[in-house]
């Protein structure tokens, strides 16, 4: 079975300054990366996809994230954070043909002024 | 936005009492699922469907039953709450008939469940 940890439960951050997100996966086949970004009092949205291709993929409000194969990764980055990206971010992993996705436990951003 | 809804939106129940939750799209996508949300976990797969009368476990799934007996309706329930139930609880759908990208999950827009 596939497992997914994020390395930092809590990432305080100054407004306009990068933030990376990291997210390890254990999986012993080639799986489908995501990660989903969940503003306070709503539900979860789709932040980006890996299903194939290009392993640097991009989201249309800055954010990227590259699949890293030999270190079973998927880190999101973006170069120059807002107020309004404060929320937490959840990376998720599913298998081929498996239609499940497993979440990692979320990482809360906080961005100050 | 996809076409999910949940209802209650907040329900306070006491131990011991049956509780329905319902999730409703508008999308005839054919997986639906139910997670659990609480702090330090993440989301937790409670059940899922990927048809109609087609209904499997998840990791969570002591406690909780489903249902589906039409496209649009999956229906969490709870046959004897208990405190440790206390949680916000999310529909999610996916098709799968549309290739890799049918992964993607699409949530609604929680529940959040109090027993006392």
């Known amino acids: 079975a596939q497992s997914v940890t994020q390395l930092d439960s809590q990432v305080p951050v100054f407004e306009e300054a990068p933030v990376e997100l990291r997210c390890n996966y254990s999986?012993?086949?080639?799986?489908?990366l995501f990660w989903y970004v969940q503003y306070p009092n709503q539900g979860l949205q789709l932040l980006l996809k890996?299903?194939?291709?290009?392993?640097l993929v991009e989201s249309i409000n800055g954010f990227e994230a590259e699949f890293n194969k030999s270190q079973t990764s998927f880190h999101l980055r973006k170069p120059s954070v807002h107020i309004s990206d404060t929320a937490e971010y959840f990376c998720?992993?599913?298998?081929?043909?498996?239609?499940?996705?497993?979440f990692g436990a979320g990482t809360t951003v906080t961005v100050r002024a | 936005d996809a076409g999910i809804t949940q209802s209650p939106r907040h329900k306070v129940t006491e131990t011991g009492t049956p509780v329905t939750l319902r999730c409703h799209q508008t999308?005839?996508?054919?997986?639906m699922y139910w997670y659990r949300q609480d702090p330090g976990h993440g989301l937790r797969l409670i059940h899922y469907?990927?048809?109609?009368?087609?209904?499997d476990k998840g990791e969570v799934s002591d406690g909780y039953s489903v249902s589906r007996s039409k496209t649009e309706d999956f229906l969490l329930t709870l046959e004897s709450a208990t405190s440790s139930q206390t949680s916000v609880y999310f529909c999610?759908?996916?098709?799968?008939?549309?290739?890799?990208?049918?992964?993607?999950?699409?949530f609604g827009p929680g529940t959040r469940l109090t027993v006392t």
């Open positions: 999610a759908i996916s098709d799968s008939r549309t290739g890799p990208s049918s992964y993607e999950q699409y």
């Open positions: 999986s012993s086949v080639s799986v489908y």
């Open positions: 890996y299903l194939s291709g290009s392993t």
């Open positions: 998720a992993v599913s298998l081929p043909r498996d239609y499940k996705l497993s």
């Open positions: 999308e005839n996508h054919r997986y």
């Open positions: 469907s990927y048809g109609v009368k087609d209904t």
